[in-house]
């Protein structure tokens, strides 16, 4: 594999580059809004709400993600010449690095990591994508005019498009622009989160509130019901490994490893788990929604409104600051929506990242790793990625369960390509000991498999024994996810049927290293 499939891309990025890079697929002001709807619809099999444990869930998907943070950290630190590759190289080195019968089995494991990893990195814009078609529905709602669901679809393909069109003309969000997002996100964030509290404190309108005491937002109720809201969770914090697919444009190797762990540090373990807080104390009975006929109330009508958060933020606003709730509800929402637009331009063009390295090793159609003649970019990939997140991203918006099961499918991959990974760790710092602690080279990458391999039976069991919506969802993902890994499994025999190359390599000694 040459350099990572690295080449021709210029080392421009300091570590506060790279750290607001991957910030950028984080953005915990924009996830807030758009994913409260799907926590707060989940149901356990029993079919009882699993929203209390919302809070938890987020904590515990905090912890599988610093787990297998701190495994792409090392991994980055091994093999600071990845490139784009990232997981999918590190698959290959790993094996390499091992020698002997382990050797052998190296285009296999880049492959099935390549190939898997898919699931997260194509699927995931288009989850995006139908977020953002779902928030430009809701602010027109608010203003009388009710999109159809062909209306919406429209819109979501209209976005797809847009941001499949800055990426080929490769007009991405400069670091500058990335940390003024994230500022307004943060700032917007700790003022609503703020707010929250305030309400929770005053009480102004004598509600009841859902969570009967601040401690109860944070203590588990349910163990099953924590797994499954991480399930969901996870999906907010995926995008700290993208920085590890920076590594040929990072002006050291060091920040590569360190923009990791910062970018989940800063996101993840301080926002999150504040401005969640901040929802659950809110959520009250006096808030209300209509279920076909039936008025509901809680968690129930955050599950049926478009843009729960947007409901917390008006409610505040006209009760606390004088009656402002609409312009301020409408600000909140357009700090959203950009971070939106970042974060799916950010993710697109991490999507195509792997599928780049791909094509130039030949292990999927070479187009795919061609680079426009004009605009330097991946362009075959970048419009066949912007065609599947405008399918992904009009199936999303049609209702709930299939927003749902877009994110579970999103999630299949992560699990699956972060579990392995965390494997992959295990193997390629094998031979580090008196190098690197045995906690880190050992302990932490198999916690960090092992709670993967948790949240991936917690959707199997979803839907398997689950009930309602997030059953049709979870089994609507589980069969796509088992097709698309048959298909790999069919396609990788056929390519290399047709190119004539061995499935398994030639066994060399270890420490030999592929490109050396």
């Not at 588990?220 to 590890?244: K, R, Y």
């Not at 426009?372 to 009009?394: C, F, I, K, M």
Request: glycine share 12%; charged share 10%.
């Amino acid at each position: 594999m040459e350099g990572g499939s690295g080449s021709g891309l210029k080392k421009t990025l300091t570590l506060t580059g790279v750290t607001i890079n991957a910030m950028a697929l984080i953005a915990p002001g924009a996830f807030l809004w758009i994913t409260y709807q799907v926590q707060a619809a989940q149901t356990a099999p029993g079919g009882g709400s699993t929203a209390a444990d919302m809070w938890p869930g987020l904590l515990f998907a905090l912890i599988l993600a610093f787990l297998t943070a701190i495994s792409y950290s090392m991994l980055a630190r091994r093999y600071p010449e990845a490139g784009t590759g990232s997981s999918y190289y590190f698959a290959e080195r790993a094996f390499l690095d091992r020698g002997g019968g382990s050797a052998r089995l190296a285009r296999v494991a880049k492959f099935g990591i390549g190939w898997l990893s898919h699931l997260y990195y194509w699927v995931y814009p288009g989850v995006m994508v139908a977020f953002m078609a779902t928030l430009i529905a809701y602010i027109l709602g608010v203003f009388g005019v009710h999109l159809s669901v062909a209306a919406q679809v429209g819109v979501a393909v209209a976005f797809a498009g847009s941001v499949g069109y800055i990426a080929f003309r490769g007009i991405q969000g400069s670091t500058s622009a990335n940390i003024l997002i994230n500022a307004l996100q943060i700032v917007m964030l700790v003022a609503t989160t703020i707010l929250a509290l305030a309400y929770r404190s005053i009480n102004p309108q004598h509600v009841t509130f859902v969570m009967p005491t601040l401690g109860s937002i944070v203590m588990p109720h349910n163990f099953a019901n924590v797994l499954f809201q991480g399930t969901v969770a996870i999906l907010l914090l995926v995008g700290f490994e993208s920085a590890t697919a920076l590594a040929a444009e990072a002006k050291h190797p060091s920040f590569v490893s360190k923009g990791v762990i910062l970018s989940l540090v800063i996101q993840g373990l301080i926002m999150y788990l504040f401005e969640y807080f901040g929802a659950q104390a809110w959520i009250n009975n006096g808030y209300t929604q209509t279920a076909g006929h039936t008025a509901v109330h809680g968690f129930a009508a955050a599950a049926v409104s478009s843009g729960p958060i947007g409901d917390m933020v008006k409610n505040l606003g006209n009760t606390l600051l004088g009656g402002i709730g609409m312009p301020l509800m409408i600000v909140v929402a357009g700090i959203v929506g950009i971070a939106v637009l970042g974060t799916t331009l950010a993710c697109l063009n991490t999507g195509v990242r792997v599928t780049y390295a791909m094509g130039r090793d030949e292990e999927v159609p070479t187009a795919l790793g061609l680079l426009h003649g004009q605009y330097a970019t991946p362009h075959y990939g970048v419009w066949l990625l912007t065609a599947v997140s405008a399918v992904v991203g009009a199936f999303g918006v049609v209702s709930v369960t299939n927003l749902t099961a877009v994110s579970f499918i999103s999630n299949i991959g992560t699990f699956l390509l972060y579990g392995l990974t965390n494997l992959i760790a295990m193997l390629a710092l094998a031979d580090e000991r008196g190098k690197t602690p045995a906690g880190l080279r050992l302990i932490v990458p198999l916690l960090g498999a092992l709670a993967n391999l948790g949240m991936l039976v917690a959707v199997f069991y979803l839907g398997i024994l689950g009930g309602g919506a997030t059953k049709v969802a979870a089994v609507e993902a589980i069969l796509l996810s088992l097709a698309w890994g048959v298909a790999g499994a069919l396609y990788f025999v056929a390519n290399s049927a047709a190119r004539k190359r061995a499935l398994l390599l030639p066994a060399v000694e270890q420490g030999v290293r592929s490109g050396a």
